[in-house]
Structure formats: C-alpha cells, structure tokens
C-alpha cells in the first residue's frame, strides 16, 4: 500500500509485479476470443453439444463486476448494498417484474457463507480472465434453456432423453474446470509461448521502467 511505502520507502530494495495485466498487456478481445474458443472444445470433450464449437465471441458482451447465482442460473449486476440492478439468464435480460419474481425482495444475499467460507450460491467475476468466462457460461445456460431436449427443473435442467438433471451449479463446475485446464496445462499457454505477438502487446518504455 502507499502507506508501508511511505513509511518503509528507503528500505524496499524489490517491487513485484503480478504479470498478468500489468508487465504483459495482453492483446483483447483476442485472447478472450481464443480463451472462449478453447472452453468451448473443451467443453465439447465433456459430453456439450459440438454446436458451441461454433459459437462466436461477442467482446462487449461483459464486463467485470457480475455475479453468478449458481442457484437460479442468473448473471446479476447489484449495487453495493446488494440491490439487484440487473439480472440475465444465458443472453436473455431480466425485465423488472421477473427480476422481482426471482428476488422478491430486489435484494441478494452476498454473504450467505458455506463450512468452507465460500459463498454459498455466489460467484464474483472480478479480474478481465473472467469475462470469458461469464461468456461461455451464459451461452451454454442459452442451449439449455432453448434446446428441445431439456425441460426445466428447479434447480435447473432434466435431459428428456436420460432424465438426468444437469444443474446450474455443474454448468458452473464444468466451465470453471476447463478454464483451469486451459491455463494451467491447455493449448492456450503453448499458443501464446509460440505466438507471443499475437497475445501480447509489446510496450517499448518497459525496458526503461525496470532499469534495463
């Protein structure tokens, strides 16, 4: 913080720096596009329609600062004391009166915690690697609730074909563990060490910035 630097400035002899977004800029919309595209094969792999793999990334699509209410399957844009000011499910915007009928109070619970200290049905989306993934959950949520083969379940979906129930907390599940494949071990990582260019905007003062 600005105020442990002030007060131990002459002592610090090393800053870090988280890479991400700070010294590696990265080249959007299309290393969200590409994060996208490699969610979507992924996701394929797990037994989702091929049909994603066609999907095409809208980069205005979202933003940071949204909440999945693993719940009820809505992307929520509340204010700081939780009043719902927006809500979403798939790409379908809420309209006042269903915003009112899934919350009757127009207000969520933010703090509701688990054993764990995780929230119980609230995931925040707060960093840019999340806005792709507010993408890929919202149009697979688009399929279910528009395909012919499922029908609506409480807590999400039942397959007419096996009357298995897929949730929307495995919709979650699901696409939060491609994404950690994708960068933790997938084809993304080795993309961008092949094709740095591509992914990474190159800044001529940062040489200059570290002292080099």
């Known amino acids: 913080s600005s105020g442990i630097n002030a007060e131990y400035g002459e002592t610090i002899r090393y800053y870090g720096f988280d890479m991400d977004y700070t010294l590696a800029e990265y080249c959007t919309p299309y290393m969200e596009a590409e994060t996208a595209k ?58 006042r009166a269903e915003i009112r009928e899934e919350y009757p109070t127009k207000f ?24 792709p993934k507010i993408f890929v959950t919202s149009i697979v949520i688009d399929w279910l609730e528009k ?22 907390v495995t919709v979650w599940s699901d696409v939060k563990h491609v994404f950690e494949m994708i960068h ?15 992914f990474i905007n190159k800044n001529p003062l940062l040489p200059a910035f570290l002292g080099f």
Do not use: W
């Open 38 to 95: 490699y969610a979507f094969e992924k996701l394929v792999e797990l037994g989702y329609p091929k049909e994603l793999k066609d999907t095409k990334f809208i980069s205005d699509f979202a933003v940071r600062g949204l909440i999945f209410d693993r719940k009820l399957g809505t992307f929520l844009k509340l204010d700081l004391h939780g009043l719902v000011l927006t809500a979403c499910k798939g790409t379908r915007k809420f309209s």
């Open 108 to 131: 969520c619970k933010l703090f509701e915690k688990m054993e764990n200290g995780e929230n119980r049905f609230l995931q925040l989306f707060d960093t840019l690697f999340d806005t």
């Open 147 to 168: 395909s012919p083969q499922y029908t609506k379940s409480a807590d999400g979906y039942f397959d007419r074909s096996t009357n298995l129930e897929i949730t929307y």
């Open 184 to 198: 933790q071990r997938g084809p993304l990582h080795k993309n961008i060490m092949s094709h740095p260019e591509l």
